[in-house]
């Protein structure tokens, strides 16, 4: 099976500027998230989705961040404006419900300069 | 605050011999660990599980220990072999049917030929 696909694979902007990053999560896999793993640490959990509703969203900064699934498919996280303390690398991964081992993409990786 | 601890942020292993990593965790309500393993520029693939109401998961070259009383739980590689060269990330999950996770900080493990 086709894995998770992300894009842009890495993006330099400058702060106060904005960014989108796209992902394609495993076909009939109803749960997305979004994760950043900044330097050094392990993968904190942004945004979670299943189907095409928010079930967790507590750790995402909603000041400057966005996200959406439309249509239970496909997701965009977005930053408006970026900082300097959102460089770090944005995974996405997708699970069937229920499944914990769930798949990742290889991610995007930011710099905010 | 890190409720999920990887104290050791790399090791390094004869090739043939045991790999032992550890990892620590604060919060009590957790009751599903996993192990993933992750390639530099690539996203962390699910590598093992266990559930809390066992103290050890087999799967070939490696097996999962969880101590419960301790809140421990530590990945064992045996023999370790030179593909085994990578970041490895403990994480945990509150729930199940809640597949959040949270993510330990990684320990780099090098296995020398």
């Known amino acids: 099976e086709a894995g998770v696909a992300q894009s842009p694979r890495y993006k330099i902007i400058e702060k106060r500027q904005s960014v989108a990053f796209w992902c394609n999560p495993i076909?009939?896999?109803?749960?997305l998230y979004w994760y950043q793993q900044i330097l050094g640490q392990g993968p904190k959990l942004l945004i979670q989705f299943q189907n095409n509703g928010v079930v967790d969203d507590s750790q995402l900064p909603k000041d400057r961040f966005s996200a959406e699934r439309l249509k239970g498919v496909d997701s965009t996280l977005k930053i408006q404006p970026a900082k300097l303390e959102d460089s770090a690398v944005y995974l996405c991964?997708?699970?069937?419900?229920?499944?914990?081992?769930?798949?990742f993409g290889s991610g995007t990786r930011l710099t905010v300069v | 605050d890190q409720q999920v601890k990887q104290n050791s942020p790399s090791l390094s292993v004869q090739e043939g011999r045991i790999s032992i990593l550890n990892c620590d965790y604060t919060n009590s309500m957790f009751d599903y660990f996993l192990w993933y393993k992750k390639y530099p520029a690539e996203g962390p693939t699910f590598l093992i599980s266990i559930s809390s109401i066992k103290d050890k998961n087999e799967d070939g070259r490696f097996t999962v220990f969880l101590n419960k009383s301790a809140k421990h739980l530590s990945l064992h590689i045996v023999p370790s072999q030179p593909g085994d060269s990578a970041v490895y990330f403990c994480?945990?999950?509150?729930?199940?049917?809640?597949?959040?996770?949270?993510f330990g900080t990684g320990t780099r493990l090098t296995i020398i030929p």
């Open positions: 076909s009939g896999h109803a749960t």
């Open positions: 991964a997708s699970s069937s419900i229920g499944n914990y081992g769930y798949t």
């Open positions: 994480a945990a999950s509150v729930q199940r049917g809640n597949e959040k996770l949270t």
